[in-house]
């Protein structure tokens, strides 16, 4: 190994860093193929019961009145945001 690092010494600086570069990116493809391992079998070996939700069929938030509502407020809001604001001089 430090035959390698002593030879590596004594090559230009754009070829030691070219391979310092490709040193880094071989680790951390190791590191993330690691985690990845480790993540998938702890997340097949853990015991996740997912319940199902209920959700009702049909109609269930009952929007009848809803087109009600709107004329309302339109009619009661309809000229407040018209309104001129006041300066203040």
């Known amino acids: 190994m430090r035959n390698i ?3 590596l010494r004594e090559r230009p600086k754009d070829e030691q860093v070219a391979v310092a570069g490709a040193t880094a990116v071989a680790v951390v493809v190791v590191l993330v ?3 990845a391992i480790s993540f998938f079998r702890t997340i097949r070996d853990t ?3 997912v ?3 209920n959700v009702p069929s049909g109609n269930a938030l009952n929007l009848e009145g809803i087109d009600d509502v709107r004329e309302q407020l339109i009619q009661n809001y309809n000229g407040a945001f018209e309104a001129e ?5």
């Open 33 to 35: 193929i690691v985690w």
């Open 5 to 7: 690092i002593n030879k």
């Open 51 to 53: 319940d199902t939700i």
């Open 85 to 89: 604001i006041p300066s203040q001089e």
């Open 47 to 49: 015991d996740i019961n």
